[in-house]
């Protein structure tokens, strides 16, 4: 596989997406990026990481149009208008995904990098689902947190995901016909997903 591939993944929290995402990156030996597409669109724009961390897709992502004051930020000095939409970061952090794609061969978490590479010639688009029952149980590993909270956490997480999402896309989050790849961590579990990504992968 001489050619840059990309492999997006969505997921919903607690299914293990992130976790797949870096044992695909350790068994294929190329990058995988999450947050910290945040750290890189920040450096290349000049910009503060806490203004797309508030536009991010699981924090501060609303259907109605942010404006952040660049100001308030300390960087209101450099620009003749102090305020950026949340077009405008998804629109930085998009060249930002573009521009990685084509140095590079590399795996996406969220952000609707399927969406962004959709001509990418070589792009396998998953995403990763599981039972509310495990989803509950991974997170209580990392969050010191009652069930009923994990599960707000979960319902709330994921309708920011998929906000963010449908409306950036025009598609439909976890739907299986907006994916090339639907995979259930439960069903399978993580291991299994992986092999069965990286079987996908040789075909691309």
């Known amino acids: 596989m001489e050619e840059k591939f990309v492999i997006t993944i969505g997921r919903q929290l607690g299914s293990g997406g992130k976790q797949v995402g870096e044992m695909l990156s350790t068994q294929l030996g190329i990058s995988c990026y999450d947050k910290e597409l945040i750290h890189i669109a920040s450096k ?40 950026l939409s949340n077009e405008s970061l998804f629109k930085i952090q998009s060249d930002v995904i573009r521009n990685l794609s084509e140095q590079q061969s590399c795996i996406f978490v969220g952000r609707c990098a399927d969406y962004i590479l959709r001509d990418h ?50 598609k439909i989050w976890g739907m299986s016909t907006s994916y090339d790849l639907c995979l259930n961590s439960s069903t399978l579990g993580v291991e299994e997903v992986v092999d069965c990504i990286l079987h996908f992968v040789q075909r691309l």
Do not use: M, W
């Open 44 to 83: 290349e724009s000049g910009l503060c990481p806490e203004l797309f961390e508030q536009a991010d897709e699981k924090t501060g992502f609303s259907l109605i149009s942010g404006l952040f004051d660049l100001s308030s930020f300390g960087r209101g000095d450099f620009y003749t208008n102090n305020y």
């Open 121 to 170: 010639p070589r792009r396998l688009s998953v995403f990763i689902t599981a039972s509310i029952k495990d989803r509950i149980q991974r997170i209580s590993k990392h969050q010191n947190l009652p069930e009923d909270k994990i599960k707000t956490l979960i319902e709330q997480t994921d309708k920011k995901r998929a906000a963010y999402y449908n409306y950036y896309s025009n």
